[in-house]
């Protein structure tokens, strides 16, 4: 009859404090980049908004001069 397999003790963790930190390190540069990374997202975001805003308030001054002129030169 076949024997019951023998059961190991667990291994015990071996404890690295400078693993400890440097993984701690680690996780903390991963945080600051995520954050960093949202912070420039946020930003180009709202740089693009600004620069359609700014081209669209351009074009309609232009237009509205343009249309100025041709009531002067036409006698609209």
Not at 57 to 63: E, F, H, K, N
């Amino acid at each position: 009859m076949a024997e019951p397999a023998r059961k190991l003790p667990p291994d015990v963790p071996v404890y690295d404090p400078g693993a400890v930190r440097k993984e701690y390190r680690r996780q903390r540069a991963k945080r600051e980049a995520r954050q960093r990374r949202n912070r420039e997202r946020r930003a180009a975001n709202v740089r693009f908004w600004l620069i359609v805003l700014a081209l669209l308030a351009l074009s309609v001054y232009l237009s509205i001069a343009m249309w100025h002129q041709v009531q002067n030169l036409f006698g609209l």
